[in-house]
């Protein structure tokens, strides 16, 4: 089984609309959970990250985690088409110094 | 702040040639990190030094690929010889190395050909 999983998309949702992007990992011990943004043939960028169970707000950005179910989310609100990327989903292990992304999901937002 | 610095920025190379990138991390940043992105793939670590001490390279073909960071602060990433599946983009991260939560900075990255 991967560290991490994301469904590699793409992705397509109409301008304004919510877009939800998911993220399930296996559960070893203390970890924080990172998404990044990826445009096309540049390098990943952090949107924000994300370490105790609910949901935590930056913008039109939302992180949600559930450590029972092993999953973290981003929703975006108000998808906008300069949101169409690629996202990846990485997680830090702090009790071995781990980190691994997942292989991203791609994002269409359509005007 | 000055971000991470990377060269060359292309590359271009026959199989079986050796090929170097270069890597200056943010200033301060203890950890450094270098990825391998395959295209339509996510980031995989090849390698992770704290300072100049290497943390994981479980990852790393050491049959061909080898690293160093000199004085905890500029890395080399080495490869002898290329193989076509070494073509993918290598990207150079770093952190601060704090114990949690180490938000990585990411360099433009090297975009390597192999022929």
């Known amino acids: 089984q991967k560290e991490v999983e994301q469904n590699s998309g793409p992705l397509s949702v109409p301008e304004g609309a919510i877009a939800s992007l998911n993220c399930t990992y296996s559960?070893?011990?203390?970890?924080?959970f990172f998404w990044y943004r990826q445009y096309s043939g540049k390098s990943p960028e952090l949107i924000m990250f994300?370490?105790?169970?609910g949901d935590k707000e930056d913008g039109r950005f939302t992180a949600q985690l559930n450590k029972a179910s092993q999953y973290v989310s981003l929703l975006i609100r108000d998808s906008q088409p300069s949101d169409s990327a690629t996202y990846l989903c990485?997680?830090?292990?702090?009790?071995?110094?781990?980190?691994?992304f997942g292989s991203g999901t791609k994002l269409n937002v359509k005007p | 702040e000055a971000g991470v610095a990377q060269s060359p920025r292309y590359k271009i190379i026959e199989k079986r040639q050796s090929v170097a990138f270069w890597c200056n991390p943010i200033?301060?940043?203890?950890?450094l990190y270098w990825y391998q992105q395959i295209l339509g793939q996510g980031p995989k670590l090849l390698i992770q030094?704290?300072?100049?001490?290497?943390?994981?390279d479980s990852q790393l073909p050491k049959d061909r690929f080898s690293a160093e960071r000199l004085k905890g602060v500029d890395s080399t990433l080495k490869i002898q010889p290329a193989k076509l599946e070494d073509s993918a983009v290598y990207l150079c991260?770093?952190?601060?190395?704090?114990?949690?939560?180490?938000?990585?900075?990411f360099g433009p990255g090297t975009r390597l050909t192999v022929l």
């Open positions: 990485a997680v830090e292990y702090y009790n071995f110094n781990k980190f691994y």
């Open positions: 030094f704290q300072n100049n001490g290497v943390v994981d």
């Open positions: 991260a770093s952190s601060q190395g704090k114990q949690v939560y180490n938000e990585q900075f």
């Open positions: 559960d070893r011990g203390s970890q924080s």
């Open positions: 994300i370490y105790s169970n």
């Open positions: 200033s301060g940043h203890a950890t």
